[in-house]
């Protein structure tokens, strides 16, 4: 079946470093969209990306959607205490039954 | 605060037993999505209706169903309960049935003892 691979599964990173996160889809997606849990909370939609090629930026976060809509990452520069939680990818299918197909997500945790 | 409500928000239960989550959407959403996270883990789709009809299914077990309600409001049953049910269940709605599940629910933690 239709499969998204999100990596790393964590990734400890000291306060003020770049974190980056990717996903790659079995096959061709109509769209992306990247979610942020924070710990003990719900997820939280953070962006859509449907274009291919597309990059879009929120701050210090920069996603991107590759030029075959099969890849997609999300990097963040100088990360702060704020940022941390697990970032879910979800990829929307192109068939006719629309559905979300989710990443496994990746930890941001910011070492002491 | 999303628009979403779920209740309850903690239950507790043996194994063998049947509970009922609870979801409204946010006003004006047609569609309601569920999900199943365990510890630590990602987020399982389970089942999306959307305007009373069911529009996509994922990994629901038999043992699992769903409905819709005509005010739109979802209810999900678990049955025969087993230990490896313990999980969060949430809950999404979106003003469609396609693109993003932008509103999430806060969420209900079920332990099945």
């Known amino acids: 079946g239709q499969q998204v691979m999100q990596i790393p599964q964590y990734q400890h990173v000291q306060e003020g470093e770049d974190f980056t996160t990717y996903c790659n889809s079995s096959?061709?997606?109509?769209?992306i969209q990247w979610y942020k849990q924070r710990p003990g909370g719900h997820p939280v939609f953070l962006i859509q990306?449907?274009?291919s090629g597309e990059v879009k930026k929120q701050k210090r976060l920069t996603f991107q959607f590759g030029e075959a809509k099969k890849n997609s990452s999300l990097h963040i520069t100088a990360t702060q205490t704020t940022d941390v939680g697990t970032y879910f990818c979800?990829?929307?299918?192109?068939?006719?039954?629309?559905?979300?197909?989710w990443g496994a997500g990746t930890k941001l945790i910011i070492k002491p | 605060d999303s628009g979403v409500t779920q209740t309850p928000k903690h239950l507790i239960t043996a194994t063998g037993q049947r509970v009922t989550l609870r979801c409204s959407p946010r006003?004006?959403?047609?569609?309601v999505y569920w999900y199943q996270q365990s510890l630590d883990q990602g987020l399982q789709f389970l089942i999306q209706?959307?305007?009373?009809?069911?529009?996509a299914k994922g990994n629901i077990l038999e043992r699992f169903s769903a409905q819709q309600f005509p005010d739109l409001h979802s209810e999900l049953n678990l049955s025969s309960l087993e230990l490896g049910d313990s999980a969060l269940y949430f809950c999404?709605?979106?003003?469609?049935?396609?693109?993003?599940?932008?509103?999430f629910g806060p969420g209900t933690r079920l332990t099945v003892t």
């Open positions: 006003s004006g959403d047609l569609s």
């Open positions: 999404a709605s979106s003003a469609t049935g396609t693109g993003p599940n932008k509103y």
């Open positions: 979800a990829g929307g299918t192109m068939d006719s039954n629309y559905q979300l197909i």
């Open positions: 096959t061709t997606l109509s769209n």
């Open positions: 990306l449907v274009k």
């Open positions: 209706y959307y305007n009373g009809e069911e529009r």
